[in-house]
């Protein structure tokens, strides 16, 4: 049975620091995309960033990209996601996906995982 859990979320100030993890078990953590995605209330999930855990390579959203960084520790099956110079637009319940495909060009498409965690809530505040 494939597991998704998330941890880190909470509150922070506009300009702070969180980062969230996401442990996978279940499959071999090498051959997959894990990939953040998030959702603010009222709006749709969108995806955040991606990494590669066969080759290491990741994209992220626009709106993240300079201050987000994911990373991964295959010996931990964990992925991280470190979220720096915080915004309020920002907050929303971040969620963790993972599934057997290419992160490009599916790092953003929802739909396409199949795996996913319960989810975590990020607040900044301004």
């Known amino acids: 049975e494939v597991q998704v859990v998330e941890s880190g979320g909470g509150l922070v100030q506009a300009g702070g620091s969180l980062r969230l993890s996401c442990t996978v078990s279940g499959f071999t953590f090498d051959d997959y995309a894990i990939a953040w995605f998030r959702q603010a209330p009222g709006k749709e999930r969108e995806g955040v960033s991606c990494i590669s855990t066969s080759d290491g390579n990741t994209y992220a959203a626009d709106s993240v990209r300079g201050r987000f960084t994911i990373s991964s520790d295959n010996a931990k099956n964990t992925v991280y996601l470190q979220m720096n110079s915080l915004k309020p637009e920002d907050t929303a319940v971040y969620y963790c996906?993972?599934?057997?495909?290419?992160?490009?060009?599916?790092?953003?498409?929802?739909?396409?995982?199949?795996?996913w965690g319960q989810g975590t809530q990020v607040t900044v505040s301004s």
């Open positions: 996906a993972a599934d057997l495909i290419p992160c490009y060009p599916y790092y953003s498409d929802y739909d396409e995982y199949d795996y």
